[in-house]
């Protein structure tokens, strides 16, 4: 009863993050969305913090993100979704009043890059969970079929793949930022799922086990 | 219960030893600075760094598209004069409202169609945890790869076109075989006393094979005599002192050399009917040649250099005869693309950020550690040492076996940390008449559908599931053999049967 209530439960959860993901998508991370950036370089070693504390102030409200470019610290991307002109203006202005540098806003350029598509980001990982699943499922109606082969087959699909069904709904609904940890995070889930699904079989089974060995005792006894 | 004591003491000793050199190392001087022995890690891009890369079609497509608003603006003066010339403007404007509307539904197409060679070509290339988006307004493509020595190499092929035609060689636009006979591009090599050939080897379809056939037996095959010749010339290649003694000897006699002369005027004469064929990938000849053997096989077999014996020429040709199969198995680009950008970009995954990753980890890993030492007292204690001892010589083995590090990879290492706690927490719970074995046995078949999953993985492409895969697999190893050697010994000793029976 209490495990068809979570099924139950999870089955809800799904739906829901569905038809959020239908209506208004996913909440990427600046990372995978539509953005805007441009370069700034000059003969000074950049701190990121501090550009990056100039550029949240001119792109107020919007996600800003400062990165190194090159290796040499004197080069920066600053990102955002959307930078006009004046905004890289201002920016440079107030970067060099900061550094005391003279950059020039000629040859640098704002470039849109388009967002990475959420196939694209999960296509990496399907074909190697679809094949992991299959030869895990085989493993465990080759060895737990004595445990009830439609239970050992029903569980070993229903609880890995719900479990990450379910972590992305709540991804979802939650508007949480996906981005490059969330994928990790559900591979850590996967293996959590296969792994305790491996122990309560194996405890199942060597509970069975012990159980037929006290019968059999039993019986020799009368 | 001394010798006891003592082997416990040594094996914690062994275990400290090796926690200092996983996390804090081996300081020795070079060149008055301390430098540490211990195997660094290596990083993925998404914590090292990355290549970024803006491509953008070439500026031809706004020539065309300059060529269709002239044309529009052409039309619009037309319509300032007389009415039949007006209906027919509107026609005129109606027939380019639909050519715009099909030249840009077949720009999207091609957008579309080159974002998908692009891929295939990283993935024939070899690149490994790449991220691609396209704007499909104007077609522009955003790289994201990882930066190492093969990078540039990428990025210079990547672009080609990939056009390969079998031509005339006097008349150009006369083309007998192109992409859409191809049915497969390989890379061959040959060794004999002479050293090692690399081919191309170019297979093609039904209808390219009876091309080549026609053209192998028709009018672009050798003559006998130019046969003779090129035998004559290919000698003369290979042994040219010889030749120049001939010429030496020839010139000594006027009538012969005459008459030589007149026959080289013959065979000029015949060299110059001799048709030939140019094989180009992107209008740069590989070959001109005639066909010596009828083609029946379908089947063109092109030599990248001459026999040698030199390894490094022998890999370089490899690796070139290599990067343009996998150019032409991807498909011609129907657009032209430039690199716009290319820079390398430092992660923005700062240590700040992968601190707290480790902090949080450890947390959990500290609480876990805690309710041991409540549970199992004293036993818990050296529990928690075996522990943290298998931690810092798991680090090591991933150090020394080059396995790199990615995000997914540390979660990974988490869940293994885990595992070893439970088989700790086995050993802990084992009961005085259990023999080892079966716990043995129960713990392997808890652990295979990892072992299973980290098998795949291991071969997996994509770089974050393949380092999963590394660290799953040395995890499960030398969480076996670091238990059953040094864990076991240290918590239940001697006093258990190891024995089957």
């Known amino acids: 009863m209490k495990n068809k209530a979570i099924y139950v439960f999870l089955i809800i959860l799904i739906i ?125 109606v080759l060895v737990y079929s004595k445990l009830g082969l439609k239970s050992v087959i029903f569980k070993g699909i229903a609880m890995p793949v719900l479990i990450l069904l379910s972590y992305y709904s709540i991804i979802v609904i939650l508007r949480i930022p996906f981005g490059r940890i969330t994928n990790c995070i559900a591979v850590a889930l996967y293996l959590l799922s296969i792994g305790t699904l491996a122990v309560c079989f194996q405890n199942k089974k060597e509970e069975l086990i012990i159980n037929i060995k006290n019968e059999d005792e039993k019986e020799n006894d009368e | ?121 990283l993935n024939l290339l070899g690149a490994q945890d790449y991220t691609i988006s396209q704007n499909t307004e104007n077609g522009a493509i955003y790289l994201q790869l990882p930066e190492d020595q093969e990078t540039d190499h990428l990025l210079s092929n990547l672009l080609q076109i990939g056009k390969l035609e079998i031509k005339d060689s006097e008349d150009t636009s006369k083309v007998y075989v192109n992409n859409d006979n191809l049915k497969n591009v390989s890379t061959l090599y040959n060794s004999d006393t002479n050293g090692t050939i690399v081919y191309l080897k170019f297979e093609f379809n039904k209808e390219g094979k009876k091309t080549l056939k026609e053209l192998s037996t028709g009018e672009y095959k050798t003559n006998p005599e130019e046969t003779k010749d090129e035998n004559e010339e290919s000698e003369e290649n290979e042994e040219t002192n010889t030749v120049e003694a001939k ?73 070139s005869a290599s990067t343009i199969s996998s150019i032409l198995k991807s498909g ?100 005085e008449n259990t023999k080892l074995i079966n716990i043995f046995k129960s713990q392997i078949m808890k652990v295979m559908p990892i072992v299973l999953i980290a098998i795949v993985f291991s071969f997996v492409k994509a770089t974050k599931l393949s380092t999963c895969g590394m660290f799953l697999f040395w995890g499960i190893l030398v969480s076996m053999i670091y238990n059953y050697v040094l864990t076991r010994d240290m918590l239940i000793g001697k006093e258990v049967n190891i024995d089957e029976k």
Not at chain 1, 102 to 113: A, G
Not at chain 2, 283 to 312: H, R, V, W, Y
Not at chain 2, 335 to 364: F, H, M, R, V
């Open chain 2, 332 to 431: 011609t680009m129907p657009l032209e693309y430039e690199i716009k950008q290319n820079s390398y970009i430092q992660t923005d995954i700062n240590n700040d950020q992968l601190n707290k990753i480790y902090i949080t980890l450890g947390a959990i890993f500290g609480i876990s550690i805690i309710i041991l030492i409540f549970k199992f007292k004293t036993k818990g204690i050296i529990a928690v040492i075996a522990n943290i001892g298998f931690l810092a010589l798991y680090l090591l083995v991933i150090r020394y076996t080059n396995v790199v590090v990615s995000l997914e990879a540390i979660f990974t290492g988490a869940i293994i940390v885990a595992i070893n706690y439970l088989i700790v927490i086995d050993f802990l719970k084992m009961q």
């Open chain 1, 16 to 140: 829901a993050g569905a038809i959020v993901y239908t209506v208004k998508g996913l909440n990427k991370e600046l990372n995978y969305s539509n953005r805007q950036q441009f370069e700034i370089s000059a003969a000074s070693t950049f701190d990121v913090s501090k550009v990056e504390t100039i550029a949240k102030e001119v792109l107020s409200n919007r996600n800003v993100k400062v990165q190194k470019v090159e290796r040499f610290n004197n080069a920066l991307e600053i990102i955002s979704t959307e930078i006009s002109e004046d905004e890289k203006q201002n920016i440079i202005n107030k970067v060099n009043e900061e550094y005391n540098e003279t950059i020039s806003n000629e040859n640098i350029n704002i470039i849109s890059v388009p967002e990475t598509r959420v196939k694209d980001i999960l296509m990496p990982y399907i074909l190697p969970i679809i094949i992991t699943l299959t030869a895990v499922l085989l493993y465990f």
């Open chain 2, 1 to 121: 219960m001394k010798n006891n004591k003592l082997k416990l003491f040594t094996e914690i000793l062994v275990i400290l030893v090796i926690v200092l050199i996983s996390f804090v190392g081996i300081y020795t001087q070079k060149e008055n600075r301390m430098e540490n022995q211990v195997k660094e890690y290596q990083y993925s891009k998404d914590l090292d760094g990355y290549r970024e890369v803006l491509l953008e079609v070439t500026k031809e497509e706004s020539n065309n598209e300059d060529e269709l608003e002239s044309s529009d603006t052409a039309s619009e003066n037309k319509e300032n004069n007389s009415e039949n010339e007006d209906n027919e403007d509107n026609e005129d404007n109606a027939e380019d409202e639909n050519k715009e509307e099909t030249d840009s539904k077949n720009n999207y197409e091609n957008y579309i169609n080159s974002k998908k060679i692009i891929e295939k070509r």
């Open chain 2, 247 to 319: 010429a030496e000897v020839d010139s000594d006699e006027s009538d012969e050399t005459e008459n030589e002369t007149s026959s080289d005027e013959n065979k000029e004469e015949k060299k110059d009917t001799q048709k030939k064929i140019i094989l180009s990938i992107d209008e740069n000849q590989l070959i001109t040649t005639s066909f010596d053997d009828p083609i029946e096989n379908g089947a063109l077999n092109l030599s990248m250099n001459k026999a040698t014996t030199d390894a490094d020429s022998i890999n370089n040709t490899l690796k």
